[in-house]
């Protein structure tokens, strides 16, 4: 079945939000501003709680338990504990069985009350321990005048929170803070940087200097008679402890525990379908999920009116499970859906393949409220041809002693003249051994740390320029294994993952009020996959070996030789087509980057007038600035 679609409407799964007054702040406008900016988060219903000077608003998309019951903020039993919860637990009937074999009565069927419940039989170190899900909420207990918020293990739902001497504000959405506090909010340079060379914001900080994310892992807790606030981190993924099981082993180990993950992430009182590529991520996902399931399953699929086109692909995977498939024809309508898109963002944000995502959950909408998808796959098992590289490397010093890999290299490097070799030589591995963190982090999505330097105006230019490497490189230090692949692989959790993917599919989700489960991202399987030795996932020396031996069986025996597809839309032709006169106007001296006052406008009209002349192809800076333009006039 084909459907044709466009992007035009948009709508904005469920939203948290709250805030405290220390000093007789009105927070009243805040939450009701947050239950309208959150609306497409959660369609279904919005509420809102006020005690005293605490108050939490939640909008809802509902999943389980659809009736009233359900409805947030929702109070324990004593009355004296209120939660507002953004997410799924995937385990939380075996939790809820647990707590009623210890006498508790539950008045509902939500993960919600679990969360309450067990809050108050294990406390908060306790209940963390034992959820696995996506989630993010604020818990007001009354009785030990405490406020938390609490993020997911890998960063999947938002919570933004500020501080200041009058009241603290938090929620998924930061227009809302932007809103309300305006006047006191300032650039962050350092996380401009980072979004010019990786095309998003680095987590834990935001645009704002004075808005923060709540880390992936992690809780805060604020104690609401003398406002400080503590952050701790209840989970990370432990060092390396290799395990080397033989390969016919660990994919059986694999097999059970994806599965698992998949049918845990079925759970719901809705319809729930699949994102299908014909790749090897999603299409494990629904053939794991079609061999546990009675019936048939829902699956969908893009193509985009482009050369980068997985349809057929999809297909052969659909009906050799006999999917109940739909194929979904995205045509976005730029000059009407670009601006609306970035307007819902909150920050600025330029990987392209946001517009075909929003396009497809858009379709999707219409028929389902939760999607199962394939991402994370690549993070855990080793899908980009870095990680490979980086897999090399570790090979390359492993097989040669420090003293010789010198000598090693240069007699590579007469060899492969002598005959006429092409490709990766040791020569390769060496320079990549010594290379910076950041350099081996760095994406080219945007500008390099040169091109950054002549982007800035002169006055800024020292100030500025290097920032984004110094988090790289941080961000390594703190996430480093034992090797290059298992370090470069743990930092990319923390890098695209988390600052990129994740918020494109929680975005492009939450604006058409749809849910997207991940079930790669499953703590357990995580947990596995970082200890599984890196031989085990990269094999002979081949991207994603582990998975592929899989999928060769479950999903496709030809999948090997499939090239892979990004999710990606002709961004290079649009620039120089409909958005040739938007780009043209970037260095207008009454535009956007002008009044920032940040940029050598000369410079930005160079890259743009290389790129509109066909001298050049900039088509992943022009997008950047192009979508930060169109953000800075939403402020």
């Not at 009354?142 to 999947?156: A, E, I, M, N, W």
């Not at 009044?595 to 950047?624: P, Q, Y």
Request: net charge neutral; proline share 5%; glycine share 8%.
């Amino acid at each position: 079945m084909t459907v044709e679609v466009g992007c035009a409407k948009l709508g904005a799964v469920c939203g948290i939000a709250g805030a405290v007054s220390f000093e007789n702040e009105d927070i009243d406008q805040y939450l009701a501003r947050a239950v309208e900016d959150m609306h497409s988060r959660g369609p279904d219903s919005h509420g809102i709680h006020r005690l005293e000077n605490v108050g939490l608003a939640h909008t809802r998309l509902s999943i389980v338990d659809l009736s009233e019951a359900g409805h947030q903020p929702m109070s324990s039993p004593c009355g004296q504990i209120w939660i507002t919860f953004n997410g799924e637990i995937y385990n939380f009937p075996a939790l809820k069985r647990q707590l009623q074999e210890l006498g508790l009565v539950f008045r509902t069927r939500t993960d919600t009350e679990v969360l309450l419940q067990g809050y108050q039989t294990w406390g908060l170190p306790g209940l963390l321990q034992r959820i696995e899900g996506m989630f993010a909420f604020g818990l007001h207990d009354q009785r030990l005048g405490l406020l938390y918020l609490v993020r997911d293990h890998f960063g999947k739902k938002p919570l933004y929170y500020y501080q200041d001497s009058g009241s603290f504000l938090f929620g998924s959405d930061i227009r809302t803070i932007h809103r309300q506090k305006r006047a006191c909010l300032t650039f962050d340079e350092v996380a401009l940087d980072y979004y010019l060379t990786e095309v998003s914001v680095p987590q834990p900080r935001t645009i704002w200097k004075q808005v923060r994310q709540l880390p992936p892992g992690s809780f805060l807790q604020l104690n609401l008679r003398d406002g400080k606030t503590e952050i701790q981190r209840y989970w990370k993924l432990a060092g390396p402890d290799w395990i080397s099981p033989s390969p016919a082993e660990a994919e059986e180990t694999l097999r059970v525990l994806l599965t698992d993950a998949i049918t845990r992430r079925t759970l719901a009182d809705v319809p729930v379908g699949c994102f299908l590529s014909g790749g090897v991520d999603s299409g494990l996902v629904v053939a794991l999920l079609s061999q546990a399931s009675e019936g048939a399953v829902r699956t969908y699929s893009v193509g985009i009116s482009s050369e980068e086109n997985e349809l057929p692909d999809a297909r052969i995977v659909a009906e050799r499970y006999r999917t109940q498939h739909v194929e979904l024809m995205a045509t976005p309508r730029l000059a009407e859906d670009l601006p609306k898109i970035v307007s819902r963002l909150g920050e600025p944000f330029a990987d392209s393949s946001l517009l075909p995502s929003f396009c497809i959950c858009q379709a999707m909408r219409e028929q389902v409220k939760v999607v199962l998808s394939g991402d994370g796959g690549d993070e855990l098992f080793g899908g980009y041809a870095e990680y490979l590289r980086a897999f090399r490397t570790d090979c390359f010093l492993e097989r040669y002693p420090r003293w010789l890999r010198w000598f090693a290299v240069q007699a590579d490097k007469l060899w492969a003249r002598l005959i006429k070799r092409r490709g990766e030589n040791l020569g390769s591995l060496w320079t990549h051994w010594r290379q910076a963190p950041h350099d081996r982090l760095y994406r080219h999505m945007g500008f390099c740390q040169r091109d950054r330097e002549m982007l800035y105006a002169p006055g800024v230019c020292r100030e500025l320029a290097g920032q984004a490497e110094a988090v790289l490189d941080e961000l390594w230090r703190d996430s480093a294994g034992d090797d290059c692949a298992d370090s470069l692989m743990r930092t990319s959790l923390r890098t695209r993952l988390l600052n990129d993917y994740l918020v494109k599919v929680d975005r492009a989700s939450m604006m058409n009020s749809l849910e997207v489960r991940s079930p790669f991202l499953d703590k357990a399987l995580a947990e596995w996959a970082f200890r599984l030795h890196p031989k085990l996932k990269f094999g002979p020396g081949e991207q994603k070996w582990l998975l592929k031996n899989l999928a060769e069986k479950e999903v496709d025996p030809g999948i090997r030789v499939r090239p892979k597809r990004g999710f990606g839309i002709p961004v290079k032709e649009w620039l120089r087509g409909p958005l040739r006169e938007q780009v043209m106007q970037l260095s207008d001296t009454g535009g956007p980057l002008a009044k920032v006052g940040l940029f050598n406008l000369k410079k930005v009209s160079e890259v743009a007038f290389e790129h509109l002349s066909g001298r050049a192809d900039h088509s992943d800076r022009i997008w950047t600035l192009l979508v930060l333009s169109l953000w800075l006039q939403q402020l």
